[in-house]
């Protein structure tokens, strides 16, 4: 029996784990990933938390940078911004 389920790409690595586990205990017999074409913006997701990284070393280089009390006191406001 084949059955087609579709999945959220951020979810493969519970999906994996899931689905081997199934495997092991002789539920599943194999398993095949299709990644559709809609599911490619993950690599726009790594381009951009990887510009994020690069320019934050490069602030860092310059000096810019917060004290641990300065981010602590952004994300209070960030957060209570959100209730």
Same mark, same amino acid.
């Given at each position: #029996?084949?059955?087609?389920?579709? *999945?959220? !790409?951020?979810?493969? =690595?519970?999906?994996?784990? !899931?689905?081997? /586990?199934?495997? &092991?205990?002789g539920?599943?017999?194999? *398993? @095949?990933? %299709? $990644?559709? %074409?809609?599911? @490619? $913006?993950? =690599?726009?997701?790594?381009?951009?938390? +990887? %510009? #994020?990284?690069?320019?934050?070393? &490069?602030? *860092?280089?310059?000096?810019?940078?917060?004290? @641990? +009390? %300065?981010?602590?006191q952004?994300m209070?406001? /960030? #957060?209570?911004?959100? =209730?």
């Amino acid at each position: #029996m084949t059955i087609k389920i579709n *999945f959220n !790409i951020t979810n493969h =690595k519970k999906l994996l784990g !899931i689905v081997k /586990w199934l495997k &092991e205990i002789g539920l599943i017999e194999s *398993f @095949q990933l %299709e $990644p559709k %074409e809609e599911q @490619q $913006p993950v =690599k726009e997701t790594d381009r951009f938390i +990887a %510009e #994020m990284i690069k320019k934050g070393e &490069e602030n *860092f280089t310059k000096g810019n940078v917060y004290t @641990q +009390a %300065e981010v602590e006191q952004k994300m209070k406001v /960030w #957060m209570d911004s959100k =209730k």
